[in-house]
């Protein structure tokens, strides 16, 4: 098994193209549903209720929504840096989630 002296190592050489990163903690259930085919019925469904209603571009607004989970400390992960989003599959969802809309 490797140790910490190797770890140390290993980042030392890879420094350029590595870094330690905090992950996104991300369901197995979130990360199944999250597909091309429900992201498109999404946009369909939104597509025909703009068209249906005439909304205007006064009536659309752009939200931010955050979840705050109490229950979930993940470890730090190596990820390729410039790497936008690092995920990990988590256990069930569970425990407290506060939820923010900005």
Request: aromatic share 8%; hydrophobic share 35%; with cysteine.
């Amino acid at each position: 098994m490797a140790g910490k002296d190797w770890m140390f190592g290993f980042m030392k050489r890879h420094n350029r193209t590595l870094s330690l990163r905090t992950p996104d903690a991300t369901s197995i259930s979130r990360a199944q549903a999250f597909n091309g085919q429900r992201v498109q019925g999404f946009f369909d469904v939104w597509t025909k209720t703009q068209t249906e209603n005439k909304f205007g571009p006064e009536s659309i607004f752009n939200l931010d929504e955050s979840g705050i989970t109490t229950v979930q400390n993940l470890p730090k992960v190596l990820a390729e840096k410039g790497t936008k989003q690092v995920g990990q599959i988590t256990a069930a969802e569970r425990g407290t989630l506060v939820t923010v809309v900005c």
